[in-house]
């Protein structure tokens, strides 16, 4: 059965819109996503990581300002379990992860197997990846699995490969797996 790794932050929850509007209250600026250009963006910023950590905790802490990125998450997982074993698989700091619980509680995906990870993606047992993140595309690709790369502003700069496709939605994540993977 094949195994799908759905990323969570910038794939199913929009958390950077509500890092952004810390942000800009804190700093009186009017960053928007699009201005969003590169996956290390806060150094652009001139912060620190921990700093980047911090407000990334304050979003989470947040968890109910953070919208979905699409709307009827359940649905469009639901199909994606048509075409193998879905788990939501996502790396970052323990501290936010009773948040993130909520998070998906709230939004219909709490019975779902979701997975906390610190290590690098590409080195878990999964066949085809639904991630936004350059970096991980890259890793990913290059041990010869697949990745269904969700459009942001920040991964512009990843071109289509035998082994990544950009894809605008879960939809097209779902349209991606069956042709180009399943070959169905
Ligand atoms: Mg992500």
């Known amino acids: 059965m094949l195994k799908i790794a759905l990323d969570l932050d910038g794939v199913l929850a929009d958390s950077i819109s509500v890092w952004l509007a810390i942000w ?9 996503l699009e201005d969003v250009k590169s996956w290390d963006f806060w150094k652009e910023l ?12 304050k979003t989470w802490k947040n968890w109910q300002l953070i919208p979905p990125t699409e709307p009827d998450l359940v649905s469009k997982v639901s199909m994606l379990e048509e ?3 879905v788990d939501i698989v ?4 323990k501290n936010t992860r009773e948040y993130v619980l909520k998070w ?47 459009d942001r502003p920040w991964n512009k700069c990843v071109k289509n490969t035998d082994r990544i496709k950009r894809v605008m939605n879960l939809e097209e994540a779902y349209s991606f797996i ?4 399943l070959k169905l």
């Open 104 to 150: 998906l509680e709230r939004h219909g995906l709490g019975k779902k197997n979701i997975l906390f990870v610190k290590s690098n993606k590409s080195e878990l047992d999964y066949d085809v990846y639904i991630d936004d993140s350059p970096v991980n595309a890259e890793e990913i690709a290059s041990v010869g699995k697949y990745v269904a790369l969700y």
């Open 46 to 57: 001139g912060i620190t990581s921990g700093e980047f950590h911090r407000i990334f905790y």
């Open 83 to 85: 075409l193998g074993k």
């Open 178 to 181: 069956k042709t180009h993977v």
């Open 90 to 93: 996502t790396s970052r700091p």
């Open 24 to 32: 800009n209250a804190l700093k009186g600026s009017s960053l928007k």
